[in-house]
């Protein structure tokens, strides 16, 4: 008796913990223990994937993952406080203005700092570092999730509806690109356009739109020698194995010496300087070649997961800017995820998009956590079927 008494005293504390009572409902556990499981394999890779690096140049093997994991628990916090803050607080129009101005004057300070690999995108912090870009994503979502749920029917009309929609999510896009960061413009322009079809935009428009976006991803390689030379490595990485091609065969190689069952962990042969950076864009290849074919597979499953039931939960969501607000951020990790393994792969030209939760970098994983705490907040106002 006294036993049961003290699991459900236990029960009792936890529902308090995170204010899971039947008013509100309970979050969806099987995300919250899919994004746990990712960060946990992210930062174990994380590990092994720099480790050799980190070793031979700050003669510390664990460099790399100390940085990370301090990202991790800031990170975890800012997750377990959006999952009990009741996320109807987003749709202040103060909240989302000073949002909006504080992304906005973020992304500007970057050009105060010197540029890495050519691109100017970071905010040195000491030795820290912060990717205005990465926070832009989902200010653009609670934005739009806001916009759109306010404008209703307006969204069949372009220019009372859609344009205006679009003009401040290219705002954003516009100023990512001026940091040299096509691919993260990329996923602003695709979450929007998911956001404004789901709101019930005319077909006519959505073509439009369509035909316009391809145009301007066109042009935009063709505009810049950089673009146009990593398109041309990815159709022949072969015809420039030491220059352009070489970090698309370094990943082949790393992918196809896996096997199925992988190398073994700590064993990847391409994390040593072969591949440039192992433990970031291109970590999905030193997992691939560790854990084999089954471990690949079970992280692509665990994404597919996470995809899943952010989708769910999006449909089953009580309120349209709920909705709004989960499929955008399903579609930020989404897009992100796709576009990585299709880099890693070979299936598209690379670009550097990090994969989410698993990649080395402290501003993608802080935001992450934070929108999956959002997320998990609007799977406690479901209906359930």
């Avoid at 990465?134 to 759109?148: N, Q």
């Avoid at 190689?253 to 192992?278: H, N, T, V, W």
Wanted: glycine share 8%; hydrophobic share 50%.
């Amino acid at each position: 008796m006294e036993n049961k008494d003290n699991e459900l005293n236990h029960k009792t504390r936890i529902s308090r913990l995170f204010k899971l009572n039947k008013a509100s409902g309970e979050i969806d556990y099987v995300l919250f223990y899919t994004v746990i499981l990712l960060v946990a394999i992210g930062a174990i890779m994380i590990y092994s994937a720099s480790s050799y690096r980190a070793a031979n140049e700050l003669q510390d093997s664990m460099a790399y993952l100390k940085k990370q994991l301090v990202f991790v628990v800031i990170g975890g916090i800012s997750m377990f406080f959006f999952m009990t803050c009741d996320y109807h607080k987003l749709k202040n129009s103060k909240l989302v203005v000073f949002l909006i101005i504080v992304t906005i004057t973020l992304l500007l300070l970057v050009f105060l700092f010197p540029p890495i690999n050519g691109a100017q995108r970071w905010i040195q912090l000491g030795p820290l570092s912060l990717q205005p870009s990465e926070m832009a994503k989902y200010v653009v979502v609670v934005y739009l999730a806001r916009s759109l749920d306010k404008k209703g029917d307006e969204i069949k009309s372009f220019w009372k509806g859609v344009f205006p929609t679009l003009l401040v999510a290219g705002i954003f896009a516009g100023l990512v690109l001026a940091e040299k960061n096509l691919s993260i413009t990329s996923v602003i322009m695709f979450v929007a356009f998911i956001l404004i079809t789901i709101s019930g935009a005319r077909k006519r428009h959505l073509l439009t739109l369509g035909g316009v976006g391809l145009l301007a991803g066109i042009s935009l390689i063709f505009v810049s020698p950089y673009r146009l030379k990593r398109l041309l490595s990815f159709l022949d990485p072969w015809a420039d194995p030491r220059g352009d091609g070489y970090q698309l065969i370094q990943s082949l190689l790393a992918l196809g010496s896996g096997g199925f069952l992988g190398l073994g962990f700590g064993m990847s042969r391409q994390k040593a300087y072969y591949l440039p950076e192992p433990h970031n864009d291109f970590i999905f290849s030193v997992i691939a070649e560790e854990t084999g074919f089954l471990g690949g597979i079970i992280l692509i499953s665990l994404f597919v997961v996470l995809i899943w039931r952010g989708v769910i939960i999006a449909i089953k969501c009580k309120d349209n800017f709920g909705t709004l607000l989960a499929m955008g951020i399903t579609s930020v990790i989404a897009i992100q995820a796709i576009i990585n393994l299709a880099v890693v792969t070979g299936s598209m030209p690379v670009t550097g998009v990090p994969l989410p939760f698993i990649s080395y970098g402290g501003s993608s994983l802080l935001f992450n956590m934070t929108a999956m705490g959002i997320l998990l907040n609007v799977s406690r106002n479901r209906v359930k079927w």
